[in-house]
């Protein structure tokens, strides 16, 4: 039972090249989350998918794309990577408005 | 707009001590409020969901009160131990999760 799984673990980048993190979930939740870390600035949400054919923009969109290609994967996509996108990034599932959300191991991606 | 703010940015204490983190946050219309643990270079670890309509929960060493009223919950540790050094974070869901900065915890054997 792998719960969240991301792709991949880790990744360095060129400024202006492009990569796309996947995320794939086998709990059969509706709705699914990426967010990115930094330090000092905690977990702050990129973009949404609250149900299979839609997606909405969290608090810190710019940069980013997210397609959810089915219930089970949503994917984040860096079109021109930046400096300021180096993070870890994390994908989260959830399925009710009362459900916890279940998070995966994350990808650390450094762009230089 | 939801703020979740934690208090204190960091912990360190003697093994065994019981010890409290706070958890504040600004729109009480939240669905519910989850506590996680994240290990260094590590992913979120789900400890104790409380939804809306409860007043705490029990895992263990771990419980989790909360307060809607007030905007609080608190993560009581007992007994603490060095395996518990990580970072607490907690987060409410008003639909969407929205995290506090965390409380990074030392406990010393």
């Known amino acids: 039972n792998a719960g969240v799984t991301q792709t991949p673990k880790f990744q360095v980048l060129k400024t202006g090249q492009s990569m796309t993190l996947q995320c794939a979930q086998d709990?059969?939740?509706?709705?699914m989350y990426w967010y990115r870390q930094d330090p000092g600035m905690g977990l702050r949400l990129i973009y949404y998918?609250?149900?299979?054919?839609?997606?909405d923009k969290g608090e810190v969109p710019n940069g980013y794309n997210v397609s959810r290609l089915n219930k089970r994967e949503f994917s984040l996509r860096l079109e021109s990577a930046a400096p300021s996108q180096t993070s870890v990034y994390f994908c989260?599932?959830?399925?009710?408005?009362?459900?916890?959300?279940?998070f995966g191991s994350g990808t650390r991606l450094t762009v230089v | 707009k939801q703020e979740v703010t934690q208090i204190p940015a960091a912990l360190s204490v003697p093994e065994g001590e019981n010890l409290v983190l706070n958890c504040s946050f600004t729109?009480?219309?939240?669905?519910?409020l989850q506590w996680f643990r994240q290990d260094p270079g590590k992913g979120l670890t789900s400890l104790l969901l409380i939804q809306s309509s409860q007043r705490e929960q029990t895992s263990g060493r771990l419980n989790a009160s909360l307060d809607k009223s007030s905007g609080r919950s608190t993560l009581y540790i007992a007994a603490s131990q060095p395996g518990d050094s990580a970072t607490y974070l907690c987060a409410g869901n008003t639909g969407k999760l929205i995290f506090g900065q965390g409380t990074t915890l030392q406990v010393k054997p």
């Open positions: 998918s609250a149900s299979e054919g839609t997606t």
């Open positions: 729109d009480s219309a939240i669905y519910n």
């Open positions: 989260a599932t959830s399925d009710r408005d009362w459900y916890g959300y279940t």
């Open positions: 709990m059969n939740h509706n709705s």
